[in-house]
Structure formats: structure tokens, C-alpha cells
């Protein structure tokens, strides 16, 4: 029969040797292997104390961005929720009032903005597709939780605070 | 009222060695589970238990508090009786060995009064021993037939037929010991090993075969097909939940104390070093006990760490594996040697 590819090894079903039989010389040539991982460097790090740096491209959790006047950037175009692969997205618009011109940057904005946590997949797609630059992935890894309904993250905890720190309210 | 007139300094004596020597491998067996863990641990580049105290040297004591607040389950259809008292056979005869096994040479105060460091010295030290570890057996029989659980009775009778398959090999290679030395009382064949003359130099294939034996005997890996309790379940104390289970741990631990401490002193020459007569000579008696005593620890540890870089290298025998090896290798591996000695005895050293 002819081999699909070159890697297939013959397994060799000869009987044992008197010196494999006695198995000694095997458990000698184990033992030095064990014996020598005594001096290699340890391949774990003590976690909590000590963390192993994340890669440049890392993706972790949301955040939602402000602008230069502490005001929320997203106009709730949906263009995230339409990107996301994952369908974790969930969003409702409103139209911004009179006298609010110092929260929202635009007309409009995202009255409720979701993003379920377990459903994500932290591709980044929703930050390459936002067109008013609104949305970041952070390097925060996404905390463990007891419930279901503590996943899914609400646009409060999701935007940044507001650097400007001028209104009370928001 | 004769009979009643015993010497209470005697008394008190041993009292205190039994407590000693008790204490003593109870808390080596504790730290043996935690050396096992890190022995473990850096031969797989991993840190082991480091979280309870420096190095993690409290787990031990973590891990008994555990067992000691886990719910003690009893299995509604077992035997109550029985399967309380596996555990505790399991227990008792892991602690009795140790009782004639030598720890010191005997120390003389300056009053003229020697203090034996042996808890016992009966002239059938050796065969004591074999007689404890043997009903060590029932520990374990009656554990898994108690259960009433067929998977534990199949992992005891399997445990019970491995250790006394075993145990025949075990016995002959330590024949061939008992004619080199005339004697079976431990004391002594550890006299007898004065300086460097250990036995292992006079009888290497039978400390090796001694040695096989006793991975077999404590059930350990590679020989540890009882238990399975890296992948399968627990084995014979499948059904035992808190410090029941702990007792049959823990028994094991203090068993592997005890083969080392009975391998240094059959084979390693027991508390005896190389030059011990000048070292005798130059420091006080007190200090030279104690230099002996932790000599004995020293080659006792050295197997105890043997037996886990075993345990971690070798992957387990095969059921069919094991017995082949027990009765067709070693037991007339034994018996040749048995025979070379016994021919060596009465046409060479003669």
C-alpha cells in the first residue's frame, strides 16, 4: 500500500530484549530526563502577584470614547452591531434634546447601548467599523462573573469617565 | 506480685521514644504529601503548593483541616462496622512497624544507664515486620468488600493479590539477607553494617529485587493499578469521604516512611557512616547519637524523594505486566541469588 505522505513510521512489534525485559536501562534513561527538569526554568509565573505582559494587539473589554469636551462620541449608527460577527450588540437611538448639546456630540445618540459579554468574541471588528472613532477595545481582561445577566455590560459601565469632570450629572 | 515490679524509668523511656517516634512519622508522612506535590511540581517546570505559608509549607496542615470539615459519608447498604475498621487496621499497622526498627545506637549516660534507641528489640525483627505489613492486606480487603461497591471489591482483590504476590519475592530476597547476617533481629544486622560494610555492596540484586517489591507493596506508581488515581477513581476507598479516606492517604504515606526507613536499615547500613569510629572518638556521646539518628533520617529521605522521582517518571504496569514481573522475574531472580548466597556462604566464606 502506498503511504499518503512520508511521515508514517513502521511501529516495530518485535519482542521485548532481554535488556528492555529488565526494564532498568529505560527506567535509568526516564530518570534522567525527570531528573534534569530539577534545573530548567519554570514555564508558569505566580499569577496574581506576577502577569505576563500582553501582546501590542491585545483585545480585551469595550470602552466607549468621549471627545476633546467630555462629550459621548457615539451617534448609535449601528454600523458595531451590524460589524460584530457575534451579534453582541444591542443598541436604541434617541434624538438629543435642546440643552443637552454638552453630552452628546451629535443630533443623535445611543439612548441604551449593550454589548453581551458572553457572546463576544473580542474580534475588534466593531472598532475598525465605527466611523466616529466611539468605540475601543481596552486591555482589561473581561472578569469572571456568577450570573448570566452581570455579562451583559450597559453603556454607564462601558464609557469612560469624563475627564472634564465640569457637570455634576453624567 | 513479682511479675509486677517493672521498672518505671523503663517505662517512661519507652513511652517517650513511642511518642517521638510516632510524632516523628506522622509529621514526615505529612510533609512527604507535600514534597510529593512539589517534587511533582518542578519535575513538570511547575511551582507546586507556594499560596499556605512560605513555600507552601502549611498545605499540609490545610489539607487535613479539609478532610477533617468534609461531610463523612457512610454507604447506606455497607457494612458499618467493617468499613470503619479498614481505615483504621490500614492506620494502625502503617504506625506499628516502625517499633523495631533502630533509629540510633544506644546511647550510655554518664551514670552508667543505657538508652536503647529501638522501641523493641525482638529477635524476629524482620519477620515482624512482614507479619504487620501482611495485615496491612486487610486494611484494604476489608475496606473494599465493606463498601459494597463491586468496583472497589475488583480494585482491593487486586490490591490484595499484588501485594501478596509480591510480598513471596520480597520474603526471598531478604532470606538471602537473613543468611548473610544469621540473625533476624534488626539491631543486629545494623551492627553488622558497622562503618561502610552496608549489605547493599553484599546483596545489590536482592536490594534491588527488595526494592521492586516494595513499589508493589505500597501500592505506589508504577505499580499503583489499584488506585488508578491519576485517570480511573480512587480504587478500593472509592466510597470513603472524610478523614476515612485521609486515614488510608495518609497510611500510605507513612508505609512509604516506613519501607525507606526499613530499606536504609537492611540494605544502607541503618544509622552506621563511614568513619563513625573517629567521629565517636571526638565528640560527645549525645552529639554522636544524634549525628547517627540524623544519618538514618538522611538516607530515609533520599528514598522517600526516590520513590517520588519514581512515581513521576514511570508510566503504570499493565495488570498482566505486573504479575509477569512479580512471578516469573523476580521471583526466581530471588531464588537464584538465594541459591549464589547460600552457595557463597558454605564454599567461599567457610
Known sequence: ??????????????????????????????LTITLSHIFKKKATVNYPEVKRPFSPVFRGLHVLNRDEEGRERCTACGLCALACPAEAITMEAAERKPGEEHMYREEKYAAKYEINMLRCIFCGMCEDACPKDAIYLS??????NYTRESFIYKKESMLIPDTKKQHSSN | MLLLQFDTAFLIEKVILITIILMGS???????????????????????PNRAGPFGILQPVADGLKLF?????????????LFILGPCIAMLTACMTSVVIPWGPDYVTSSGHVVSLQVA??????LFIFGIVSLGVYGMMIGGWASNNKFSLLSSIRAASQAISYELAMGISIIALVMLTGSLSMRDIVAQQHGMNWFVIKQPLGFLIFLVCAFAELNRAPFDLAECESELNMGF???????????????????????????????????????????AAGVNPLLFTAICVLVLLTKVICFILFFMFIRWTLPRFRYDQLMNLGWKSLIPLALVNMLITGAVILWVIK
Do not use: C
Request: proline residues 4%.
Open chain 1, 139 to 144: 486591555e482589561t481582561v473581561m472578569p469572571a
Open chain 2, 69 to 81: 470539615f468534609k461531610e463523612e459519608i457512610i454507604p447506606d447498604r455497607s457494612t458499618r462496622f
Open chain 2, 237 to 279: 476507598h472509592q466510597e470513603y469521604s472524610s478523614m476515612k479516606l485521609g486515614f488510608y492517604l495518609f497510611s500510605e504515606y507513612i508505609n512509604m516512611f516506613i519501607s525507606s526507613a526499613v530499606m536504609a536499615t537492611l540494605y544502607f547500613g541503618g544509622y552506621n557512616f563511614p568513619f563513625m569510629d573517629q567521629v
Open chain 1, 1 to 30: 500500500m502506498q503511504n499518503l505522505t512520508n511521515r508514517a513510521t513502521k511501529v516495530n512489534r518485535n519482542p521485548m530484549t532481554f535488556g528492555e525485559r529488565i526494564y532498568l536501562p529505560a527506567i535509568a534513561k526516564g
Open chain 2, 26 to 48: 506522622l509529621g514526615i508522612a505529612m510533609y512527604a504529601t507535600w514534597a510529593e506535590r512539589k517534587v511533582a511540581a518542578i519535575m513538570q517546570d511547575r511551582r507546586g
Open chain 2, 121 to 126: 528489640d525482638i529477635n524476629i525483627g524482620i
